[in-house]
């Protein structure tokens, strides 16, 4: 056991250290919002759904970055919690447009003030880390012609 605690977390890899550090933000956040009943999924829903108005599933998945399908059961719990509809879109009677009800706002609310009061890092810190995962997300969702001019320029560096 000593030597598994002397490797932690220093000889990690990055993608284990990010995966291991959301798994632990997922677990704490979903023990502040268990009371709503809410996950830290549900949570990320509700907000994307504010965030872009209404939208389709598929929209909505591919700006949370999960599956159509995996979104779909998501919001299927939401809706039987009353937080949000799901209406037929106007010109194709398969599309469903997504929406929040006022009481899915108020429980967004509710959910953003409990997320807010959870004891934060360094602020400086904080912010550092913020902009470098941005950059990160932003480098993975870019066009794959995108990342091979990038890639190719910095070869030439």
Same mark, same amino acid.
């Given at each position: ?27 704490? =956040?979903?023990? *502040? %919002?268990?009371? /709503? #009943? !809410? ?5 990320? &829903?509700? $907000? ?25 059961? =998501?919001?299927? *719990? %939401?809706?039987? /919690? #009353? !937080? ?5 879109? &106007?010109? $194709? ?65």
């Amino acid at each position: 056991m000593a030597l598994a605690q002397q490797n932690r977390p220093a000889g990690w890899s990055t993608h284990r250290l990010l995966s291991t550090a959301a798994r632990l933000d997922e677990r704490r =956040i979903n023990r *502040r %919002l268990v009371g /709503l #009943g !809410l996950t830290k999924s549900s949570f990320d &829903a509700l $907000d994307c759904v504010e965030e872009l108005g209404p939208a389709t599933q598929n929209c909505l998945a591919d700006e949370l970055g999960i599956t159509a399908q995996s979104l779909g059961k =998501i919001l299927d *719990r %939401l809706k039987d /919690l #009353g !937080l949000l509809t799901k209406e037929r879109g &106007a010109g $194709d009677g398969r599309s469903r447009s997504v929406r929040l009800t006022p009481r899915g706002r108020s429980v967004l609310r509710t959910a953003e003030e409990l997320v807010r009061g959870l004891p934060r890092p360094e602020r400086d810190a904080e912010v550092d880390l913020r902009r470098h995962l941005e950059q990160h997300i932003a480098h993975l969702t870019e066009s794959p012609q995108a990342q091979a001019r990038a890639d190719e320029a910095r070869e030439e560096a």
